[in-house]
């Protein structure tokens, strides 16, 4: 186990104290262990751990992996130090028990048949207390439990049988009993209950393992079992303390956690893999274990663990101390309630028995709490019988959260005790908290200041609450004053922040005139029933829900005041016309300059009832909308102060009131392309004027475009097929009548100037101009040949189409004309025509001759001439370019208007034969190649003639024709895709299909290079930019003859138009 890397666990319990109701549980110390115990001969794994009622210390280990030797190491209540005892015994499996006043220690070996039991005295001396042979079955020592009860050896163990067999040994006469019972169980540990003695372990039964108990009784022996937990798909492992407590750890497929079930617990693991290691019930029935949980990853081939705590009916998740060594830790606890655990450890290149001291803790208290506008001040005070962890002091985490369920935290601080071995308490301050609010703090102990404890301590405090802000008096009376002020963000946070207001009338901050004049959670206050023209001082303080008081705002203070005077009205005058919304306004004064408000009423005859109208600082507007014509109306006003106090009404004035009659009808009376003429009907006076109001429909915005007096108006510069709204509505004065609305829609403007950006044999190409028609706008497009008649052979949005299946050298004639979106339609454009292409016959024709047809050469410079024709292109637009033996293209120029080009090819000074190729192209990249062969020798020709003439007998028998191609888009002529595909078919007199290879060109350029490639039936090529693309596809067969085949395709833009 040397380097071995693993995390230790060691499980925090909880101890019930039965007298003092107090929860405690243990941490694991960090640093080094209290004793380390070494053996020359080596450690490898702890066995068991016990501490006796006298604190006496024992320890039982193997030194090798490989020896069944058990050693025992053992420290007397009065010694510092651990002293080995050396071995006591060998078998593979021991099995231990202490007795339940823990003051006697056994153990079990097994050899063959024969069983030793053996005590280990307070001395830690090791003597034989029985021994007896049972040969029926072979006992299972490790799947097994025994008591020593009454000078009794109880034994209950699994056998080779596959059974469970009881023994009770009696000592005093060395007489041996038994009993079987058919079960496969397989036994962990037994513990005396009552009468009997009660063993537990887990069997395979209905499908699946369940826990069972063994019950052995302590008179007879008889055996019973009784199942204890439910069926589950596989068991794991049972432990069973020397108080009888049991922990079972088991799975069911349909789960994705592993369950511990056990004495006082119910519990879920999401791990796949964990051990218990030790279950340890001290002398208050409190239970102690220690786990593992197994993390799958390795380092070195180990693996690594993380500890999981245990407490007396629950277990925590989510913490783990991390140690290095071992996971093999067993637990006891002396008379002074100090829990221990022996672990083997690798530690300082040894590898030693490590035991800690694990250090007890209990729940904080927490007094003396204060507070201030934005912290929160308490003391921790420390249990007695407080052990400290360490020299740093105990450490806590301090959470501090706006709720009960602290779930919105505002603090997560690690704290400690800053004297921690001289004083049993400490304050501290929380700051930078909020004003006013309740706050939930979270005190939780933590083990060596890494992991949480269960013991912690809750407490609810408030922060004060902020002076409230921007007290003043808003609202000035003669006899009240209306006061308001800022909350300055005291939270109620679950309970109400109140405000209290004192009054005085002299302002001394120190008088005793102050007088309480409200309390509670508003932030406005109106105090009546004062003096007027009299001075008032005021002052404002907050209180939370704990009673807890803000400091004071500043003073501030008022005047009551006079009532303002009656109001002058300014509008309307005697006998006004009003209108709908017609403002009113008056004048009125007071005499401290406090603002006015103006409150409006109106009554219908001398003997009407007033009714309001309205009020406003400044004019009031009033809806006359419901009010009938006439002269019999009257209106009147008061001035009003914040306060609610106002002077007398004003006189009545007279007022005439006019209605509006609607409109009666709107119609188009005439449109253009740029302009609607709108009419309408009604019956209103000749005085009445009308608003003219425009949208763009159906969703555009109304726009008021124009008020007019007649019933009449032309709306012109408009857009040309597009759907306008109008609104007409009177209008007299402030005054709106009900209005009308009708829509129009523009007519198209007639389309112009053609364009043809492509014209072929067979097909036209064609746009024209929208004529500042908008998107969407339908077209109609008619054609005739000429001397024929127009026809329609487009309608849609766009503003180009492509006229195929043409005539070739035909001229065509086309005009267009535009509809708006009901269908109206413009006038015709003006004609326009073109005319198609002739037809091209074929690629161009070149002839190729060297040094005026010599079959050798004996200079490098070779002269070539070539003639060239073709049926379209004039000869001097061709273009010729020569190639050496399969090599690059040279370009040699144009022909002149002959159709002849002579060139000077500079052959390579290597004497070879070498054959020229010579390739003309056209405008429209058609392409003609010819080829011819010279042999090139720097000895005389006159003596070589009969050599050349015998080879060139053989080449004349070779194949010299260049192969038939044929490229082909499936009558394709134009697309506005990126890409099309070409057929391929190619054929030769002499080479075979497999043998020959092709490449391509478009517009005389190479995409994918001049390589030749094995040729294919299909190939998808990708076009150029748009407008013509030429497709020349080349053939080369075995001897170097190229045969070719163009086809040519237009790309158009598919957004023209």
């Given at each position: 186990?040397?380097?071995?890397?693993?995390?230790?666990?060691?499980?925090?319990?909880?101890?019930?104290?039965?007298?003092?109701?107090?929860?405690?549980?243990?941490?694991?110390?960090?640093?080094?262990?209290?004793?380390?115990?070494?053996?020359?001969?080596?450690?490898?794994?702890?066995?068991?751990?016990?501490?006796?009622?006298?604190?006496?210390?024992?320890?039982?280990?193997?030194?090798?992996?490989?020896?069944?030797?058990?050693?025992?190491?053992?420290k007397s209540s009065g010694s510092s130090t651990f002293s080995l005892k050396g071995s006591i015994g060998s078998t593979n499996y021991p099995k231990f028990y202490q007795t339940q006043d823990f003051s006697k220690i056994y153990f079990i070996l097994s050899s063959g048949s024969s069983y030793t039991i053996k005590s280990v005295n307070s001395n830690g001396t090791v003597s034989n207390y029985a021994s007896f042979t049972y040969a029926s079955y072979a006992l299972d020592i490790n799947n097994s439990g025994f008591v020593i009860e009454n000078e009794k050896?109880?034994?209950?163990?699994?056998?080779?049988?596959?059974?469970?067999?009881?023994?009770?040994?009696?000592?005093?006469?060395?007489?041996?009993?038994?009993?079987?019972?058919?079960?496969?169980?397989?036994?962990?540990?037994?513990?005396?209950?009552?009468?009997?003695?009660?063993?537990?372990?887990?069997?395979?039964?209905?499908?699946?393992?369940?826990?069972?108990?063994?019950?052995?009784?302590?008179?007879?022996?008889?055996?019973?079992?009784?199942?204890?937990?439910?069926?589950?798909?596989?068991?794991?492992?049972?432990?069973?303390?020397?108080?009888?407590?049991?922990?079972?750890?088991?799975?069911?497929?349909?789960?994705?956690?592993?369950?511990?079930?056990?004495?006082?617990?119910?519990?879920?693991?999401?791990?796949?893999?964990?051990?218990?290691?030790?279950?340890?019930?001290?002398?208050?029935?409190?239970?102690?274990?220690?786990?593992?949980?197994?993390?799958?990853?390795?380092?070195?081939?180990?693996?690594?663990?993380?500890?999981?705590?245990?407490?007396?009916?629950?277990?925590?998740?989510?913490?783990?101390?991390?140690?290095?060594?071992?996971?093999?830790?067993?637990?006891?606890?002396?008379?002074?309630?100090?829990?221990?655990?022996?672990?083997?450890?690798?530690?300082?290149?040894?590898?030693?028995?490590?035991?800690?001291?694990?250090?007890?803790?209990?729940?904080?208290?927490?007094?003396?709490?204060?507070?201030?506008?934005?912290?929160?001040?308490?003391?921790?005070?420390?249990?007695?019988?407080?052990?400290?962890?360490?020299?740093?002091?105990?450490?806590?985490?301090?959470?501090?959260?706006?709720?009960?369920?602290?779930?919105?935290?505002?603090?997560?601080?690690?704290?400690?005790?800053?004297?921690?071995?001289?004083?049993?308490?400490?304050?501290?301050?929380?700051?930078?908290?909020?004003?006013?609010?309740?706050?939930?703090?979270?005190?939780?102990?933590?083990?060596?200041?890494?992991?949480?404890?269960?013991?912690?301590?809750?407490?609810?405090?408030?922060?004060?609450?902020?002076?409230?802000?921007?007290?003043?008096?808003?609202?000035?009376?003669?006899?009240?004053?209306?006061?308001?002020?800022?909350?300055?963000?005291?939270?109620?946070?679950?309970?109400?922040?109140?405000?209290?207001?004192?009054?005085?009338?002299?302002?001394?901050?120190?008088?005793?005139?102050?007088?309480?004049?409200?309390?509670?959670?508003?932030?406005?206050?109106?105090?009546?029933?004062?003096?007027?023209?009299?001075?008032?001082?005021?002052?404002?303080?907050?209180?939370?829900?704990?009673?807890?008081?803000?400091?004071?705002?500043?003073?501030?203070?008022?005047?009551?005041?006079?009532?303002?005077?009656?109001?002058?009205?300014?509008?309307?005058?005697?006998?006004?016309?009003?209108?709908?919304?017609?403002?009113?306004?008056?004048?009125?004064?007071?005499?401290?300059?406090?603002?006015?408000?103006?409150?409006?009423?109106?009554?219908?005859?001398?003997?009407?009832?007033?009714?309001?109208?309205?009020?406003?600082?400044?004019?009031?507007?009033?809806?006359?909308?419901?009010?009938?014509?006439?002269?019999?109306?009257?209106?009147?006003?008061?001035?009003?102060?914040?306060?609610?106090?106002?002077?007398?009404?004003?006189?009545?004035?007279?007022?005439?009131?006019?209605?509006?009659?609607?409109?009666?009808?709107?119609?188009?009376?005439?449109?253009?392309?740029?302009?609607?003429?709108?009419?309408?009907?009604?019956?209103?006076?000749?005085?009445?004027?009308?608003?003219?109001?425009?949208?763009?429909?159906?969703?555009?915005?109304?726009?008021?475009?124009?008020?007019?007096?007649?019933?009449?108006?032309?709306?012109?510069?408009?857009?040309?097929?597009?759907?306008?709204?109008?609104?007409?509505?009177?209008?007299?004065?402030?005054?709106?009548?009900?209005?009308?609305?009708?829509?129009?829609?523009?007519?198209?403007?007639?389309?112009?100037?053609?364009?043809?950006?492509?014209?072929?044999?067979?097909?036209?190409?064609?746009?024209?101009?929208?004529?500042?028609?908008?998107?969407?706008?339908?077209?109609?497009?008619?054609?005739?040949?000429?001397?024929?008649?127009?026809?329609?052979?487009?309608?849609?949005?766009?503003?180009?189409?492509?006229?195929?299946?043409?005539?070739?050298?035909?001229?065509?004639?086309?005009?267009?004309?535009?509809?708006?979106?009901?269908?109206?339609?413009?006038?015709?454009?003006?004609?326009?025509?073109?005319?198609?292409?002739?037809?091209?016959?074929?690629?161009?024709?070149?002839?190729?001759?060297?040094?005026?047809?010599?079959?050798?050469?004996?200079?490098?410079?070779?002269?070539?001439?070539?003639?060239?024709?073709?049926?379209?292109?004039?000869?001097?637009?061709?273009?010729?370019?020569?190639?050496?033996?399969?090599?690059?293209?040279?370009?040699?120029?144009?022909?002149?208007?002959?159709?002849?080009?002579?060139?000077?090819?500079?052959?390579?000074?290597?004497?070879?034969?070498?054959?020229?190729?010579?390739?003309?192209?056209?405008?429209?990249?058609?392409i003609g190649i010819d080829s011819e062969t010279i042999l090139y020798s720097k000895t005389a020709v006159t003596d070589m003639n009969a050599a050349i003439t015998n080879i060139y007998n053989e080449i004349s028998k070779l194949d010299l024709a260049a192969p038939n191609v044929r490229a082909d888009v499936g009558g394709i002529t134009a697309t506005k895709n990126s890409s099309i595909t070409v057929s391929i078919a190619a054929t030769d007199d002499i080479t075979v299909q497999s043998k020959l290879k092709y490449r391509y060109s478009i517009n005389g350029?190479?995409?994918?290079?001049?390589?030749?490639?094995?040729?294919?039936?299909?190939?998808?090529?990708?076009?150029?930019?748009?407008?013509?693309?030429?497709?020349?596809?080349?053939?080369?067969?075995?001897?170097?003859?190229?045969?070719?085949?163009?086809?040519?395709?237009?790309?158009?833009?598919?957004?023209?138009?």
């Amino acid at each position: 186990m040397k380097n071995r890397k693993t995390y230790l666990l060691l499980l925090l319990v909880m101890l019930l104290n039965f007298f003092m109701c107090t929860d405690i549980s243990f941490a694991y110390p960090e640093g080094t262990p209290k004793w380390e115990i070494e053996d020359p001969a080596g450690v490898h794994s702890v066995l068991e751990y016990f501490i006796d009622n006298a604190d006496n210390h024992y320890v039982f280990y193997r030194s090798s992996p490989y020896l069944s030797e058990v050693k025992l190491a053992f420290k007397s209540s009065g010694s510092s130090t651990f002293s080995l005892k050396g071995s006591i015994g060998s078998t593979n499996y021991p099995k231990f028990y202490q007795t339940q006043d823990f003051s006697k220690i056994y153990f079990i070996l097994s050899s063959g048949s024969s069983y030793t039991i053996k005590s280990v005295n307070s001395n830690g001396t090791v003597s034989n207390y029985a021994s007896f042979t049972y040969a029926s079955y072979a006992l299972d020592i490790n799947n097994s439990g025994f008591v020593i009860e009454n000078e009794k050896v109880y034994v209950a163990a699994r056998t080779n049988a596959n059974n469970v067999v009881g023994l009770i040994y009696t000592v005093s006469n060395s007489t041996i009993s038994s009993q079987v019972l058919g079960q496969n169980i397989y036994i962990s540990g037994g513990a005396k209950a009552g009468n009997s003695i009660n063993y537990y372990g887990y069997l395979y039964s209905g499908g699946g393992y369940g826990l069972y108990s063994v019950q052995q009784n302590l008179s007879t022996g008889a055996l019973s079992h009784t199942a204890v937990t439910g069926i589950y798909d596989s068991a794991r492992q049972v432990k069973v303390s020397n108080m009888g407590s049991w922990y079972f750890v088991c799975r069911n497929s349909s789960e994705s956690q592993t369950r511990i079930i056990g004495s006082k617990i119910n519990f879920y693991n999401s791990d796949n893999d964990f051990a218990l290691k030790d279950v340890f019930t001290d002398k208050d029935g409190v239970d102690h274990i220690t786990y593992y949980r197994q993390i799958r990853e390795k380092e070195d081939g180990d693996y690594y663990y993380y500890p999981r705590i245990d407490y007396t009916n629950s277990i925590t998740s989510g913490h783990h101390i991390e140690y290095d060594d071992s996971f093999d830790t067993h637990l006891a606890m002396d008379s002074g309630y100090n829990l221990y655990g022996a672990r083997y450890s690798y530690r300082n290149n040894k590898q030693v028995i490590a035991i800690d001291k694990m250090d007890y803790i209990s729940n904080p208290s927490i007094s003396g709490q204060t507070a201030t506008i934005n912290s929160i001040q308490y003391t921790v005070n420390i249990k007695s019988g407080w052990r400290y962890v360490n020299s740093t002091g105990q450490k806590y985490k301090m959470i501090v959260a706006t709720d009960s369920a602290f779930t919105n935290i505002v603090r997560n601080d690690i704290i400690s005790n800053p004297n921690p071995t001289s004083t049993n308490s400490f304050n501290y301050t929380i700051t930078g908290l909020a004003s006013g609010t309740l706050y939930w703090v979270r005190l939780i102990v933590m083990s060596n200041g890494i992991m949480e404890t269960p013991f912690k301590t809750d407490f609810v405090w408030y922060t004060l609450p902020n002076i409230p802000t921007n007290a003043s008096v808003t609202g000035i009376g003669s006899n009240s004053l209306e006061i308001t002020w800022n909350n300055n963000n005291n939270s109620t946070n679950g309970n109400y922040t109140a405000f209290e207001v004192e009054r005085s009338l002299t302002g001394n901050p120190a008088g005793t005139d102050w007088v309480k004049v409200f309390d509670g959670n508003a932030t406005t206050f109106k105090d009546t029933g004062l003096i007027p023209k009299t001075q008032y001082y005021y002052r404002i303080r907050a209180r939370n829900g704990w009673g807890q008081l803000s400091g004071y705002t500043n003073i501030f203070s008022a005047r009551t005041t006079s009532l303002p005077t009656t109001p002058t009205i300014i509008y309307p005058t005697y006998n006004a016309i009003m209108a709908d919304n017609a403002s009113l306004s008056a004048s009125s004064t007071q005499e401290d300059g406090l603002p006015i408000t103006y409150e409006w009423q109106y009554k219908k005859g001398t003997m009407g009832t007033w009714m309001n109208i309205g009020s406003g600082i400044g004019s009031v507007s009033w809806n006359t909308t419901a009010l009938v014509d006439g002269n019999d109306y009257y209106v009147r006003v008061r001035a009003v102060l914040a306060s609610g106090d106002g002077s007398a009404w004003s006189q009545e004035v007279p007022v005439t009131v006019v209605n509006l009659k609607n409109i009666g009808s709107v119609t188009i009376g005439g449109k253009t392309s740029t302009g609607v003429t709108l009419n309408w009907t009604d019956t209103n006076a000749s005085f009445i004027n009308y608003n003219i109001y425009r949208k763009i429909e159906p969703s555009g915005a109304w726009v008021k475009i124009n008020t007019v007096a007649g019933k009449t108006y032309i709306d012109t510069g408009l857009t040309p097929n597009s759907n306008y709204g109008y609104t007409i509505e009177p209008v007299c004065g402030s005054k709106v009548g009900t209005s009308k609305t009708i829509t129009a829609v523009t007519y198209a403007n007639a389309p112009t100037t053609f364009t043809y950006p492509n014209v072929q044999v067979s097909e036209i190409i064609l746009t024209w101009d929208k004529n500042s028609n908008p998107d969407g706008t339908l077209y109609e497009l008619e054609s005739k040949k000429e001397g024929g008649t127009f026809a329609k052979i487009y309608e849609g949005t766009l503003n180009a189409f492509t006229h195929t299946n043409l005539e070739p050298n035909t001229t065509y004639y086309y005009r267009v004309r535009a509809k708006n979106s009901i269908n109206e339609l413009s006038g015709y454009s003006s004609e326009s025509y073109t005319k198609t292409l002739k037809p091209k016959n074929s690629a161009p024709n070149i002839s190729l001759v060297l040094n005026d047809g010599a079959d050798a050469t004996n200079t490098t410079a070779v002269t070539a001439k070539v003639y060239v024709a073709d049926d379209i292109t004039p000869n001097d637009k061709l273009k010729v370019f020569f190639q050496i033996n399969g090599g690059s293209w040279i370009a040699a120029g144009n022909p002149n208007s002959n159709g002849e080009l002579t060139y000077t090819i500079n052959l390579p000074d290597i004497e070879a034969k070498y054959t020229i190729l010579a390739k003309v192209q056209d405008e429209e990249y058609a392409i003609g190649i010819d080829s011819e062969t010279i042999l090139y020798s720097k000895t005389a020709v006159t003596d070589m003639n009969a050599a050349i003439t015998n080879i060139y007998n053989e080449i004349s028998k070779l194949d010299l024709a260049a192969p038939n191609v044929r490229a082909d888009v499936g009558g394709i002529t134009a697309t506005k895709n990126s890409s099309i595909t070409v057929s391929i078919a190619a054929t030769d007199d002499i080479t075979v299909q497999s043998k020959l290879k092709y490449r391509y060109s478009i517009n005389g350029v190479y995409p994918e290079d001049e390589t030749w490639k094995p040729l294919i039936s299909n190939k998808v090529i990708n076009l150029g930019s748009t407008g013509l693309n030429k497709i020349c596809i080349e053939v080369i067969d075995e001897k170097g003859k190229i045969g070719s085949s163009t086809v040519q395709i237009w790309r158009i833009n598919q957004n023209i138009g």
